[in-house]
Each structure stands twice: as structure tokens, then as C-alpha cells.
T-cell receptor
């Protein structure tokens, strides 16, 4: 079975802190994604990566950056956390370069910024 | 722009009753369509998908969805729900030939009551 793991289930940070969210997948997938999930807004794509060191902005990249140094690991970075970044963050991975391939999701990290 | 509409944010239903969760997509070109389910405190799991071929697709736990091109819909149905079906359901699309980015609806909470 494909497994996508995220470094933390719950995280509490202070405003202005630098925050790292880590995601690891074990199926040699080319594509990896970071979403944030907010009530009434569904899932919104922050960034995705289709290869090592390759990344593209999603719909809401402001305030975030990403890093993919190895194929299995995709990190989301909040350079200076703000309260409006309090949310559930979901990582996903998939194979293939065109649509139709299933995305596999991690359990999520619930981040609270105080 | 692509968009997915889930008109119902919450659908309460009694156990063993039938249910339909509505989803409309906007793309005028060939699309792939998905339903994902999120159980409480978990990540998303693929429930079923339409890529091509038969317009009626089924999941292993009794859900089905029908691709209707003329109505640009992909509604999810189950003839008899269980308490364990309580979850949030997300409809998503990606465009045939496009990158593997999914566009998600805002989700529908299915609340099954005894």
C-alpha cells in the first residue's frame, strides 16, 4: 500500500516563527502536493512538485515556500507564520504526468498559529 | 477557469435511507472526475473515479456515481447508507492531458443518523 506520512499531526507555533512541515511518500511517485483545508473552502493547492527540485505554484502560494531535495520528501515552509495560516495541511503524492492518476493523501497536520 | 461545485455543504440522512451528493463540473473539454472521502481526523481516500468508458462507476462499499456530460454532473449515490458512511465527501476534476492537478469542490458532510 502507498503510504504518505506527515511529520506531525498537531502543531502549535507562535506568530513570526519559521515552520517546517514534512511529507514523505514511499511509492517512488513523481508528483507531490501541498494543500490547505479550511471549512467551507475545501482543499486549495499551495504548491506542487513534479520532480526533484522542480516546483510550481498552486492557487494560494503567498506566505509559503517548498523544498524537494529528494524524490520521496516534500517540505512546506512558512517563512514567518501568521494567524491566518492556522489550518489543516494535507500532503499528497501521485505517479504519472497527466490527469487520471490517483492522489494519495497523508493524515494531515493541524497547525495553530497563536 | 475550471471549477467544481458541490451545492450541499451538509446532507443529514437516516440510516438505511438512500442518499445523493451532488457535484457539477465546469470544464468543456474531456475531464477525469473523482470522489474522495475523508473520515474524521483522517486524510482523504479515493472512493471512485471516472476516466473513460462506462459512465457509471462503482466503489467497493456500495457507492456509485454517474458521469453525465450533457448536465456536466457527477453525482454520488448510495441506495442505503450506514452510520459508518458519516464523513466529508469531496468531488474533484482534472483535465485530460493536463498536469496531475486536481480541482476540488468545497465538500459535502454526510451525517448519517440512527
Amino acid at each position: 500500500d502507498v503510504k504518505v506520512t506527515q511529520s506531525s499531526r498537531y502543531l502549535v507555533k507562535r506568530t513570526g516563527e519559521k515552520v517546517f512541515l514534512e511529507c514523505v511518500q514511499d511509492m517512488d511517485h513523481e508528483n507531490m502536493f501541498w494543500y490547505r483545508q479550511d471549512p467551507g473552502l475545501g482543499l486549495r493547492l499551495i504548491y506542487f512538485s513534479y520532480d526533484v527540485k522542480m516546483k510550481e505554484k498552486g492557487d494560494i502560494p503567498e506566505g509559503y515556500s517548498v523544498s524537494r531535495e529528494k524524490k520521496e520528501r516534500f517540505s512546506l515552509i512558512l517563512e514567518s507564520a501568521s494567524t491566518n495560516q492556522t489550518s489543516m495541511y494535507l500532503c499528497a503524492s501521485s505517479s504519472g504526468s497527466v490527469g487520471g492518476y490517483e492522489q494519495y493523501f497523508g493524515p494531515g497536520t493541524r497547525l495553530t498559529v497563536t | 477557469a475550471q471549477s467544481v461545485t458541490q451545492l450541499d455543504s451538509q446532507v443529514p440522512v437516516f440510516e438505511e435511507a438512500p442518499v445523493e451528493l451532488r457535484c457539477n463540473y465546469s470544464s468543456s473539454v474531456s475531464v477525469y472526475l473523482f470522489w474522495y472521502v475523508q473520515y474524521p481526523n483522517q486524510g482523504l481516500q479515493l472512493l471512485l473515479k471516472y476516466l473513460s468508458g462506462s459512465t457509471l462507476v462503482e466503489s467497493i462499499n456500495g457507492f456509485e456515481a454517474e458521469f453525465n456530460k450533457s448536465q456536466t454532473s457527477f453525482h454520488l449515490r448510495k441506495p442505503s447508507v450506514h452510520i459508518s458512511d458519516t464523513a466529508e465527501y469531496f468531488c474533484a476534476e482534472t483535465r485530460n492531458g493536463a498536469t496531475n492537478k486536481l480541482i476540488f469542490g468545497t465538500g459535502t458532510l454526510l451525517a448519517v443518523q440512527p
